[in-house]
């Protein structure tokens, strides 16, 4: 066989009328302009039937909005990513607020910390964070968290900041049990990426195994972070049934349930039945 030639996947098969959610995606991003429709044909013909496109800064919210307005069963989050908020002013927030009230937008962020990187200094990061936290109170729409090496100071501001009366994710969630069930008790859900298929990813795994099924929800964060068997590559939302079908091999349950339970915790973060 050539080098070249791509390998065949065999893709998990969901049964009956399950689907399931992509809880966050960056559909925006230059790696799907050239066939962004064929990436979103493909979703559905695998069961993917609703997508969250996900803002990380005032333009990528905007065309996460065009995205929704123009697809459907694809819906919106505004926000600035920890990586982008050195640019963030006084005048913004008022911008990112009225964005947030356009149809189609159900969650408020990326937002959070990212300490792996140091494109923006920590205390801007968390000055940020805690008035993003603050506005998407506001607005009564859940939180999307980015949480990179910062466990200790994000849930820290989260505590702070509780209660959530609309909930919130930690998104492409990257600490162990401990962790997860701490954020379980702000009343936030678990967001399980492609990671999780990775051999490597014990501490996730276990994470997973030890979560209630009621509080996992899946994600690509597409373009990142392509699951086995096409890790390296990249992702795209159709690829959620292998991260699912993992999930479902970690809790000793079948790949149905995990796309019944998976589905239905999306729809109640983002109130999707509302809409």
């Known amino acids: 066989m050539s080098k070249n030639k791509k390998k065949t996947i065999i893709y998990p098969i969901l049964e009956g009328d399950c689907q399931l959610i992509d809880s966050h995606c960056h559909l925006d991003m230059q790696a799907y302009q050239d066939n962004l429709d064929q990436v979103l044909a493909k979703a559905l013909t695998h069961g993917v039937k609703r997508i969250i496109t996900v803002g990380i800064d005032l333009d990528s919210s905007r065309a996460a909005i065009r995205l929704a307005e123009e697809h459907p069963g694809v819906f919106a989050t505004v926000g600035v990513h920890p990586h982008n908020v050195a640019l963030l002013e ?38 940020h964070f805690a008035r993003q936290v ?32 609309a909930g919130g994710v930690m998104h492409c969630f990257s600490g162990d049990s401990a962790f997860a069930l701490a954020i379980i008790e702000l009343g936030f859900y678990v967001s399980i990426p492609g990671v999780v298929t990775f051999k490597k990813a014990e501490t996730l795994q276990e994470a997973v195994r030890n979560v209630p099924l009621d509080r996992i929800i899946l994600e690509t964060d597409g373009p990142f972070l392509a699951p086995e068997p096409r ?9 959620l049934l292998f991260t699912a079908e993992k999930v479902a091999e970690l809790k000793g349950i079948t790949l149905k349930e995990v796309a019944e339970a998976s589905t239905a915790n999306a729809e109640k973060l983002f109130r999707l039945g509302q809409i």
């Open 90 to 127: 006084d005048h913004h927030y008022e911008e990112l607020a009225a964005m947030a009230k356009k149809p189609g937008v159900v969650a408020y962020g990326e937002i959070g910390l990212d300490f792996y990187y140091d494109h923006a200094p920590v205390d801007v990061q968390i000055a």
């Open 231 to 239: 890790r390296g590559r990249r992702n795209e939302p159709a690829l």
């Open 134 to 165: 603050d506005l998407a109170k506001q607005l009564d729409l859940p939180l999307v968290v980015h949480d990179r090496d910062a466990h200790a100071e994000v849930l820290e501001i989260l505590t702070r900041a509780f209660p959530f009366p």
